[in-house]
């Protein structure tokens, strides 16, 4: 079953350091979603792409995040610099464009700033 | 968007149905419910999605009245595997790029 990869699983960056998330959509899936999941609540997103386009950022934190999504398929976020309040986990999803709201996570990564 | 209310947290004993009710008030005409579990450290996951009416599946039934202002996810039969977050999600599903927004979920603790 094809799945959506993300790497690293897990992170620890300290404060002020920039770090990196990679995430792989499964093959087809027009759509990219990046998430921030705080321990405790529900997924907050982050940006939406349309293939190559963002189609939604207003809750990315633009003043140190950014995200990118080049050829339309894999994507990568940043952060620069961290915070000690970007501790969560980042949650990639992907689905087909008109997908009816059934999208495909990947398992996470676990960024900790010390 | 439309917003979803459902319950903090329940618990529930092994072999019980599990009914999680979830309203969306607002809900427009072309939005679909769907929902999601999520296990610890891992992503939420997708088990069913409706309109109207009810829809069955495998692993769950999703029941919505007519007026569609509220959905009930029912999990029959649970075991010690089901304990995880539920969540209900209300967007328009054939809108390309739909947005999927995420409530605080329902904590589902099943007992042995």
């Known amino acids: 079953e094809a799945e959506v990869a993300q790497s690293p699983r897990y992170k620890i960056t300290e404060k002020s350091q920039a770090v990196a998330f990679w995430c792989d959509p499964i093959s087809g899936h027009a759509t990219l979603y990046w998430y921030r999941q705080i321990l405790g609540q529900g997924p907050e997103l982050l940006v939406q792409f349309q293939d190559e386009s963002v189609v939604d950022d207003s809750q990315l934190p633009k003043d140190r995040f950014s995200a990118e999504r080049l050829k339309g398929v894999d994507s990568t976020l940043k952060i620069q610099p961290a915070e000690l309040g970007d501790s969560a986990m980042y949650l990639c999803?992907?689905?087909?464009?008109?997908?009816?709201?059934?999208?495909?996570f990947g398992q996470g990564t676990r960024l900790t700033v010390v | 968007l439309a917003k979803t209310t459902q319950p903090i947290s329940m618990d529930s004993y092994e072999g019980q149905e599990v009914n999680i009710t979830c309203s969306h008030n607002n809900i427009a005409t072309n939005d679909y419910i769907t929902w999601y579990q999520q296990f610890p450290s891992q992503g939420p996951r997708f088990i069913i999605q409706g309109y109207k009416t009810k829809v069955t599946n495998e692993v769950a039934s999703l029941f919505i009245p007519a007026d569609r202002k509220s959905s009930t996810l029912s999990l029959p039969r649970v075991s010690l595997s089901d304990t995880a977050v539920y969540y209900c999600l209300v967007g328009d599903g054939k809108a390309a790029g739909n947005k999927l927004t995420f409530g605080g979920g329902t904590r589902v603790l099943v007992k042995p």
């Open positions: 999803a992907s689905s087909l464009a008109n997908a009816a709201g059934e999208a495909f």
